[in-house]
Structure formats: structure tokens, C-alpha cells
């Protein structure tokens, strides 16, 4: 019987029930406790970041990110159009106006050369996505932040123990978010971090975090009572999740280097397809260390169903990704557009992730690319 290829399986580090049994000890399971703790001090020492704070989820982390920027109605943020939902979402709750601007072909990041056109006397941010995993060329975004005295977030939500130039991902901009849904390399689940690189903004993200209170200044015995001292909402993360967490954080390295042999395998397998214009391999640059978070290639639109079709049956999940926010209906309503969005729209309408976690093997590697062969010497 054929076995059936998952496109995803979350990966286990081994150690999450004895750290969830650990609990049971500490007699703490609500946000900032001792794994909270823990993971925070990990994400410090290996993304180099100034401060890192455990939340709910990335869309948390960027909502926080909106709130300290203090972005008010008609607020101009600057983005690719090809993101999560979130991205933009963050920025809309607070009144803001996401900016879309089309992305490099190459890298499916923003194109820098895009942003400076799109700036404007109301523009406060650019956000730079790190699409698959992959970072966005960040000194031409930061010399136009500089320029124009713009903050630079960075969404980081693929791209945990990726770098460039040979700087983490999350330690570049003014602020930072990962997250830690089970779709990504490093799970928990649900859960999120916001990571802060400009001083400025780590008393108040705090704040911000528990409820708009200043319960860490009474934790630390700063004041003797805590109080509702600012806006703010519960965005902490459960012990229980960060007790997981902390058990993958400890082999994140380990299962980086599992993905990017599996992401390498593929990317050799399918050069012939690329060599011929059959499909278009993801491009990594020089500046970038990728985490083999995903594996993609770009066939044409009336080829993509049927792919998926046939895959399924082969049993193998492959699956499409982002649609474009730009032409969403919420996109058209909330937000502009100050590119032509040609590359957008290309990748958007014919991008396919094919299955990539660390149950994945060689063999199942092998029989992906054997069939997606087969696929279009039987379409020609």
C-alpha cells in the first residue's frame, strides 16, 4: 500500500512532557513563569536581540508592534502584499493604512526599490517580511527608514535561525516578531514572540503585554501595588505552552539542519526542471542563511490544480499559499496600492509548496520529485 506523504508533521523535540510534567512542581501555569523565562533568555542569546517577550501568537506580536508605534487613523505602514493576513491586520485595528508594494521576483520579499516611491508625509513603518524563511536585502530598507525616520519591523514569522549578512533575522529592525504556531520549524502550538531592538520600546511593551498594567515594575519590586497605567491587552503565553516550547528552543538548531538537508535534497533533485524552464526553484542569495523552513516551486496557473490533483492522488499533499491582499476584499477597502503588483500577482497565482518537516525522508523526497518529473513529461 502506497504511503501517504503528509505536507506537514509538527516536529517533538522529546522533552515536552517532562517539561509539561515539570509544571505540576512549579505550580504556575499562566504567562511569565519559569519557561516563560527561559525561552526569553534563549531567544536573546540566539537571535542577539535586545529584548524578547513570549506572546500568544505573531498577529499578538504585530498588534503589539502597532500599538507601540502609536499608529492612529490614516497612518501609512509600508508592506509586501503577498503576507498573512496579519501583517496587514495589525496595523488596520489601530486606524493604520497598509501600503502594498510589489515584491522581487527572485525572493518573494519586498522589493526595496519599490518603497521609496510609497513613502509619504504620513508614512511611520516599513514592514519587512522574511518570506519562507529567507531575509528581505536589508540595507537598502534601512538606509530608506533612515532617510525618511521610519521604524523598520521586521516579521520574522518563518525565519527563526535564519540570518543575513550574519545577522539574525529579528535583530535588524526597530522590532521584531516570530511565531510559534505548529506550521512553523519551532512550535508550541499557538504562540508568538515580539523581539525589541530599540531600547525605547521595551518598558512599554511590558506594559502593553499584561493587560496595559505595570505588573513587571511590581514583580521587581519597583512599586508596591500594580495598576492599570496603560492600553493594553492579555497577550502573554501559558506556561504550558512555553513549557513545550522550551523543549523544542533546546534542539532548534538540531531540527534546522534536518530541514535544510531536506530543502537541499530537493532543491538538487529539481535543478534539470529549472535548467529546462519547466519550474523556478526558490533563489537563496548570498547575503541570506535560510532555515529550510519551506520548499516551493512557481508553475503556471493552469498546471497548478491540476498538480494538486494529481499529487492527491499519489498521496502527497502539496498545498498553494498566500493570496494576494491587495485584491481581497478587506485589502481593496482598507488598504492601497502603490505598485504595479505584476510579480505579486505571478507568485500569488502560481506558487506551490510541496512537503517539507523532519519526518520527511529521502526516499519520500525522491518519490515527490520523481512524480512532479512525471507530472510534466505527461503534460508536454
Not at 526599490?113 to 537598502?140: F, L, N
Not at 540570518?163 to 516578531?177: E, F, H, Q, V
Amino acid at each position: 500500500m502506497t504511503k501517504k506523504i503528509s505536507f506537514n508533521i509538527p516536529s517533538l523535540s522529546g522533552s515536552e512532557i517532562n517539561n509539561l510534567l515539570k509544571l505540576n512542581k512549579l505550580k504556575h501555569y499562566s504567562a511569565n513563569g519559569y519557561f516563560t523565562n527561559k525561552c526569553q533568555l534563549w531567544l536573546k542569546n540566539n537571535i542577539d536581540c535586545k529584548e524578547a517577550l513570549l506572546v500568544h501568537s505573531c498577529t499578538a506580536a504585530l498588534e503589539m508592534c502597532a500599538l507601540l508605534l502609536n499608529i492612529k487613523k490614516n497612518d501609512e505602514i509600508i508592506m509586501p502584499s503577498y503576507t498573512f493576513v496579519s501583517t496587514a491586520n495589525a496595523f488596520v485595528l489601530r486606524g493604520g493604512v497598509p501600503v502594498f508594494v510589489d515584491i522581487d521576483p527572485k525572493t518573494l520579499n519586498i522589493d526595496p526599490k519599490k518603497i521609496e516611491k510609497a513613502v509619504t508625509k504620513r508614512t511611520k513603518a516599513i514592514v519587512a517580511v522574511h518570506y519562507a524563511g529567507v531575509s528581505c536585502d536589508m540595507d537598502p530598507i534601512l538606509k530608506i527608514a533612515k532617510k525618511y525616520k521610519l521604524y523598520v519591523i521586521e516579521d520574522a514569522a518563518q525565519a527563526i535561525l535564519s540570518s543575513y549578512k550574519g545577522r539574525p533575522l529579528g535583530s535588524i529592525g526597530d522590532l521584531a516578531t516570530l511565531s510559534f504556531h505548529e506550521s512553523k520549524n519551532i512550535h508550541c502550538g499557538e504562540g508568538g514572540a515580539l523581539l525589541i531592538n530599540n531600547k525605547k520600546f521595551i518598558k512599554r511593551a511590558k506594559i502593553l503585554r499584561d493587560k496595559g498594567t505595570n505588573r513587571d515594575d511590581f514583580n521587581n519590586n519597583v512599586v508596591k501595588k500594580y495598576t492599570w497605567v496603560d492600553i493594553g491587552s492579555s497577550y502573554g503565553l501559558s506556561e504550558i505552552n512555553a513549557a513545550f516550547l522550551y523543549a523544542q528552543l533546546l534542539k532548534a538548531k538540531k531540527i534546522t539542519l534536518k530541514r535544510l538537508k531536506i530543502f537541499n535534497l530537493y532543491h538538487s533533485l529539481l535543478q534539470t526542471l529549472e535548467i529546462t524552464n519547466v519550474i523556478k526553484r526558490p533563489t537563496i542569495p548570498t547575503y541570506v542563511k535560510p532555515n529550510g523552513h519551506m520548499y516551493y516551486i512557481l508553475v503556471k496557473k493552469n498546471k497548478r490544480d491540476k498538480f494538486i490533483k494529481y499529487f492527491k492522488q499519489k498521496k502527497i499533499n502539496t498545498v498553494f499559499h498566500y493570496i494576494q491582499l491587495h485584491s481581497s476584499p478587506v485589502g481593496k477597502l482598507k488598504a492601497t496600492t502603490k505598485s504595479t503588483m505584476l510579480n505579486t500577482n505571478y507568485v500569488s497565482n502560481n506558487l506551490l509548496r510541496l512537503p517539507l518537516h523532519t519526518k520527511l525522508m529521502n526516499k519520500d523526497v525522491a518519490r515527490c520529485c520523481k512524480n512532479i518529473y512525471l507530472f510534466f513529461k505527461n503534460k508536454k
